[in-house]
């Protein structure tokens, strides 16, 4: 069972405020003229620091599709850069996320948690549990062996 889609749109422009840094731009919601689903750009910067201590500042992409279900079903997310990540795959691959809140999401789940999950994703990889692509099943054996730390994730 959806909601209509003003009510969607509704708790969309309360959520959207909470998480207006990690937009790419301002995203204006007029609930009149808004069409489901609504697919919206992100960004988040991170700073690694290798044993060397040389530090790579990333700044990543990723879309963000509500449906007309949202609320009782989960966005939809897709990584847009390239990343080296045991838990999310690059673009070529099809950009999946696997953050275990995408699949304990209620409708009490609110976007700005979910975003802080992706951080959190971004500074503390799960490398017992990667993707079975080429490059995460690579990222994560590289995480494990070589004692990588990620300093921070910011939005931009």
Known sequence: MSYPKEIVL???INELRDCS???DGNIEIDPENTELPLTIG???TDTLAYATRDKVVSEHEFSVTITKDY???K???RWKT???HPNIMSPKDGGLVCIKMLNEWTYGTRLSSFLNGIMTLLVEPNVASPFGTDSCK???EFFASKGKARI???VK
């Open 10 to 12: 509704r708790r969309l």
């Open 21 to 23: 840094d990690f937009m």
């Open 42 to 44: 992100m960004k988040i």
């Open 71 to 73: 609320g009782q079903c």
């Open 75 to 77: 966005p939809e997310v």
């Open 82 to 84: 390239e990343i080296f």
């Open 138 to 140: 690579k990222a994560a």
């Open 152 to 154: 921070s994730a910011s």
